[in-house]
């Protein structure tokens, strides 16, 4: 089974992931796992 990088990871997929997270924390996780670099 391939491993899925973080950067493709949905916000629902943390969220199931990390239900214990809040919005904010997921937020930013998922902005600091590289959005940024699906831009460039």
């Known amino acids: 089974m391939p491993r899925t990088p973080l950067r ?3 916000l629902d997929g943390l969220l199931a ?3 214990h997270l809040s919005l ?3 937020l930013a996780l ?3 796992s590289g ?3 699906r831009l460039h």
């Open 30 to 32: 998922w902005h600091w």
């Open 17 to 19: 992931l990390n239900p």
């Open 35 to 37: 959005p940024s670099a």
């Open 24 to 26: 904010a924390d997921i």
């Open 8 to 10: 493709t990871v949905s």
